[in-house]
C-alpha cells in the first residue's frame, strides 16, 4: 500500500477507524470520511503517514462528489476505497419507522461513494479496489431489522454488479460480511436486546456468543486485516466476493 491512496468512509470510529489506522501503518495514504468532523480529526490524529480529513454525509450524492473530488486534489487519483459508512439498529412499521434511513445510508450512500471514487480512480494498470462492509445480516434475518438487513444484503447484490461492470478495467470488487464486531454499534445493539428482555449487558452478550462457534466478537483489527488481505496482490483475481467474518455464526 504504500504510496497509494485510499478513501475510507465511515471512519470516524469502529471498524472504519480500525481499517484507516491499518493502511496507514501499510503505507498508504488516506482519505477519511464521515459526518463528524471531531470524530474524523479523532482518527487522523492516531495515523503517521499523509491523511486528508472530509466531513460529508454520505446520503447527500452532491456532498459525497465534493468530498471525494477533494481527496483526489489533495492526495492524489485514488486506488482504493473501503466503504465502512453505515448506521444500525432496529425499525419498526409505524410513525418511528427508520427503514428509509437505513436503506438510504448504508445502501444508497454507499453506491454514491462508489460512483464518486470511480471517477477519480488511478489509471492503472495496478489493480485498484473497491471493498464494501456488509454485515451477517446480508445472509439472515432478525426480527425488527428488515431495514438493516435489506440494505445490507443489497450490498451483496451491488457488489457483484460493480464487479461484473468494473473488471473490465482492472478493478476488483468485493464484500466482507462481519458478524458481531467490539464496536459502539454492537454493544448498542446488545443493549436494547438487554433492555427488551429485563437482562443485563453481560447476559446478552453471554446469549448472542451462544450462536458463535467460536464463542467471540472479532476485533475491528481483524476486519481491518481481512480488508488489507483483500487489496493486497495475494487477493489479485478475487472479485465479485463476499468474505464471511463471523466467528462461524454463518457457513455459507
Not at 493502511?23 to 495515523?47: F, H, I, K, N, Y
Not at 451483496?156 to 460493480?162: H, K, P, Y
Not at 467490539?182 to 445493539?189: F, I, K, V
Request: glycine share 14%; hydrophobic share 40%.
Amino acid at each position: 500500500m504504500a504510496g497509494r491512496h485510499t478513501v475510507v468512509s465511515g471512519a470516524g470510529r469502529g471498524i472504519g477507524r480500525a481499517v484507516a489506522r491499518r493502511l496507514s501503518q501499510d503505507g498508504a495514504a488516506v482519505t477519511l470520511l464521515a459526518r463528524q468532523l471531531d470524530q474524523l480529526e479523532q482518527t487522523a490524529g492516531e495515523l503517521d503517514g499523509p491523511v486528508h480529513v472530509a466531513a460529508c454525509d454520505i446520503r447527500d450524492r452532491e456532498d459525497v462528489e465534493r468530498a471525494v473530488a477533494g481527496a483526489a486534489r489533495a492526495l492524489g487519483a485514488v486506488d482504493a476505497l473501503v466503504a465502512c459508512g453505515g448506521i444500525g439498529g432496529e425499525n419498526e412499521d409505524g410513525e418511528g419507522d427508520r427503514f428509509d434511513d437505513l436503506v438510504q445510508t448504508n445502501l444508497a450512500g454507499t453506491y454514491y461513494t462508489c460512483r464518486a471514487v470511480y471517477r477519480h480512480l488511478a489509471p492503472g494498470p495496478e489493480t485498484r479496489h473497491i471493498v464494501v462492509i456488509s454485515s451477517i445480516l446480508a445472509r439472515i434475518g432478525v426480527p425488527g431489522y428488515t431495514g438493516y438487513c435489506a440494505s445490507k444484503a443489497g450490498l451483496l447484490g451491488l457488489v457483484r454488479g460493480l464487479a461484473a461492470e468494473l473488471a473490465p478495467a482492472g478493478v476488483q470488487v468485493n464484500a466482507i460480511c462481519p458478524g458481531w464486531v467490539d464496536t459502539d454499534m454492537a454493544w448498542d445493539g446488545l443493549d436494547a436486546i438487554a433492555a427488551s428482555s429485563g437482562a443485563t449487558r453481560e447476559d446478552a452478550y453471554r446469549e448472542a456468543m451462544r450462536a458463535v462457534p467460536l464463542g467471540r466478537m472479532a476485533q475491528p483489527e481483524e476486519i481491518a486485516g481481512t480488508v488489507a488481505w483483500l487489496l493486497s496482490p495475494d487477493a489479485r483475481g478475487v472479485t465479485g466476493q463476499a468474505i464471511d467474518h463471523n466467528g462461524g455464526a454463518w457457513m455459507g
